[in-house]
């Protein structure tokens, strides 16, 4: 009777192993390495909030001037007129003005926190103008890259005819 007893008290500690400690140990060993990724994103929040505090002491640390200049360089939102005003100034200063000028839909960049507003226009001057005109386009506020390019060559002059794609970019 003894061994029976002995037999069946093995039987039902396997049992209770199978099915009650080995998933709750499994379960355990899950919990753990939760408990792990979740220190560690709680480290990288942490992180992330000393960064977002170092940023915002230098921030406070700009005089009105410079803030200023941050937000010309990459403004929270543009003025399509204000814009095209401002790329014809840059023409005039070459002796020219832009025609053509077409403004396109405002654009989201995906994945990315900023728009782009892309804008095409066509100006008449000298190439030596014009790759100074380049020069100063590239040094204007805010950010404008070029996106395409193509000229009509003179036919009794040296003043050429370009047609220029740009986009510029801001919050």
Same mark, same amino acid.
């Given at each position: 009777?003894?061994?029976?007893?002995?037999?069946?008290s093995?039987a039902?500690s396997?049992?209770?192993?199978?099915?009650?400690?080995?998933?709750?140990?499994?379960?355990?060993?899950?919990?753990?390495?939760?408990?792990?990724?979740?220190?560690?994103?709680?480290?990288q929040?942490?992180?992330?909030?000393?960064?977002?505090?170092?940023?915002?002491?230098?921030?406070?640390?700009? +005089?009105?001037?410079?803030?200023?200049?941050?937000? +010309?360089?990459?403004?929270?939102?543009i003025?399509?007129?204000?814009?095209?005003?401002?790329?014809?100034?840059?023409?005039?200063?070459?002796?020219?003005?832009?025609?053509?000028?077409?403004?396109?839909?405002?654009?989201?960049?995906?994945?990315?926190?900023?728009?782009?507003?892309?804008?095409?226009?066509?100006?008449?001057?000298?190439?030596?103008?014009?790759?100074?005109?380049?020069?100063?386009?590239?040094?204007?506020?805010?950010?404008?890259?070029?996106?395409?390019?193509?000229?009509?060559a003179?036919?009794?002059?040296?003043?050429?005819?370009?047609?220029?794609?740009?986009?510029?970019?801001?919050?």
């Amino acid at each position: 009777m003894k061994a029976l007893i002995a037999i069946i008290s093995i039987a039902v500690s396997v049992g209770i192993f199978f099915w009650y400690i080995e998933p709750a140990w499994a379960n355990i060993n899950l919990l753990q390495s939760q408990i792990s990724q979740y220190q560690n994103e709680v480290t990288q929040a942490q992180q992330a909030k000393n960064k977002l505090n170092q940023l915002e002491s230098t921030y406070n640390t700009l +005089t009105t001037s410079q803030t200023q200049e941050l937000g +010309t360089f990459l403004p929270t939102n543009i003025n399509p007129i204000t814009f095209a005003l401002s790329l014809n100034t840059i023409a005039a200063q070459y002796g020219s003005g832009l025609s053509s000028i077409s403004i396109g839909k405002p654009a989201q960049v995906s994945g990315q926190i900023f728009s782009t507003l892309p804008v095409t226009f066509s100006v008449s001057m000298t190439y030596t103008n014009f790759l100074l005109f380049l020069k100063d386009l590239e040094r204007s506020l805010p950010p404008t890259d070029v996106t395409s390019l193509s000229f009509k060559a003179p036919v009794n002059s040296a003043t050429y005819t370009f047609t220029v794609s740009v986009q510029t970019y801001y919050l």
